[in-house]
């Protein structure tokens, strides 16, 4: 089934239209995004039960953009009615107005040569089996609460098994002179913490699953019960990391982790206008193993951050940002665009629509390749299968990377030996990490249960992946 449209914004869209109109008889260019969005999150545990509605992801909301004379300006409103229409107008143009004129000391205003505002229709919708709504609260923690229980009672040394799961279904309208566009998606996460102890030591085993979808994301999850048990476990038996530069077998999160912290933030071209990332000087040069071939794009895979156009009104693009280890580009939202001079990437995207517009990464994957993961094992002489990304930090001036693994899986004479260590710290230059891939597996997974921040704040949903790959780490 799809995603139906808002009927909320189905009854704004004439008075919408109205607005614009009047707009568009002052201004060169103006714009209107609409928003109605719902999340709701789910949680289950031996310490309770709880649901409640994210206020981060729910809302509905207008932001008005305009472009006149060389400069834009954005006005955000959470209401309108019929007989409102002047009044908002009225604030809009005298708060727009002002602000050319109360630029502070020193700053100067960027002239936009005009705006493309080419011919578009769009109107799209996802697919769902199940919808959570529909299910009801009562039956989804009914669900919840089985696989918890069931994961209590998986071994003794299982203290506890918490489950979540959260869902966000939300319509876009987006309105120009020539666009009409209007797109409806559902999104659902699921997560499983299997909490361990033995004596005074206690460890969690975590597996989470996102999709496109509706509830139908919980039989999935349900399949990872064992596995996070089993991860919980062997963790309690886990010893430190000797430091060291080790070959390596990333599983799909910890690549997917790579993706979106080693080219993913340093490729946002934001920050090319900024002068902030190193990657603006190496468009064109090799900065990864030719088996590396990188994506994003809200329509490289369906996964949650998945869009049919963004927050200006751009369509969804696959953008191939590096090619057989060569940078080809990066991505951007509209004005950085018009900033460089280049075509928009569909990657401008907002937390809400009382918030700009930044570039945002969406679905970032590095391509399968052709290897298997038994023979990418069987080549290590000595190292580590690292699993479970935790958290990444990266530098994009300097291609410094960190990153957080749960575990690592020692590895000798091309066998799992058994033996376990935690935690895992992964540092190194970007362009030495992925020039050091060898091997890549010929399957790739993504997942999404998380956010992406822009500077600790500005959160959006976002997904990354890849297969298997083997490389050489700095582990510690």
């Given amino acids: 089934m799809k995603v139906k449209e808002s009927e909320y914004l189905k009854a704004k869209k004439p008075i919408l239209q109205k607005l614009l109109n ?102 799209e919708s996802t697919e769902y089996a199940v919808d959570p709504e529909e299910k009801g609260d ?26 979540a799961f ?17 797109q409806n998606i559902l999104w659902s996460c699921g997560y499983i913490v299997a909490m361990a102890k033995d004596g005074e030591e206690i460890q969690n085993g975590y597996k989470p699953v996102s999709m496109l979808g509706g509830i139908e994301v919980l039989d999935p999850l349900e399949d990872k019960l064992e596995e996070a048990c089993k991860i919980a476990m062997d963790l309690l038996s886990a010893e430190p990391m000797i430091p060291g530069e080790y070959d390596c077998i990333c599983e799909p999160d910890i690549t997917g982790m790579i993706v979106h912290e080693a080219f993913g933030h340093g490729v946002e071209m934001d920050m090319f206008v900024k002068d902030r990332a190193q990657a603006k000087d190496f468009i064109g040069k090799q900065v990864a193993s030719e088996l590396i071939t990188m994506h994003d794009g809200a329509c490289t895979i369906p996964q949650v951050a998945t ?69 990418m094992i069987a080549s290590v002489k000595y190292g ?55 091997m890549i597996s010929d399957q790739i997974e993504a997942g999404g249960t998380g956010y992406c921040a822009k500077g600790e704040k500005e959160l959006v949903k976002v997904s990354d992946g890849g297969p298997y790959i083997k490389a050489r780490i700095r582990l510690g």
């Fill in 307 to 375: 869009y049919f156009f963004d927050d200006e009104g751009v369509p969804a693009h696959d953008t191939v940002i590096i090619e057989k280890g060569i940078l080809k580009t990066g991505i951007c939202d509209a004005q950085s665009a018009m900033h460089l001079g280049i075509a928009g990437t569909g990657n401008g995207r907002r937390q809400d629509t009382t918030r700009k517009a930044y570039t945002r990464m969406t679905n970032t994957i590095f391509e399968a390749g052709t290897s298997k993961v038994e023979d």
């Fill in 384 to 438: 580590f299968l690292l699993c479970q990304a935790s958290s990444g930090m990266e530098d994009p001036k300097n291609w410094g990377i960190q990153i957080m693994a749960d575990m690592a899986r020692e590895i000798k004479d091309g066998k799992l030996t058994g033996k376990v260590f935690s935690p895992i710290v992964m540092t190194g230059y970007v362009p030495d990490l992925l020039k050091s891939i060898s």
């Fill in 22 to 123: 009047k707009l568009l008889a002052k201004y060169e260019y103006a714009s209107i995004l609409a928003n109605d969005s719902k999340s709701t999150n789910y949680s289950v545990s031996k310490a309770g039960t709880s649901i409640y509605e994210d206020g981060t992801l729910s809302e509905r909301g207008f932001c008005v953009k305009v472009y006149d004379n060389g400069k834009a300006a954005e006005y955000s409103f959470n209401a309108i009615e019929e007989d409102t229409i002047g009044e908002v107008f009225g604030e809009i143009t005298e708060r727009l107005d002002a602000l050319g004129k109360t630029l502070p000391e020193g700053v100067t205003a960027f002239r936009f040569d005009g705006v493309e505002d080419e011919k578009l229709f769009i109107n």
């Fill in 166 to 182: 959260s869902y966000q279904k939300y319509s876009k309208m987006f309105l120009s002179k020539n666009k009409d566009l209007t």
């Fill in 138 to 163: 009562n039956d989804i923690i009914d669900l919840l609460t089985r696989i918890s229980e069931k994961g209590r009672a998986f071994d003794e040394k299982i203290i506890d098994c918490h489950v």
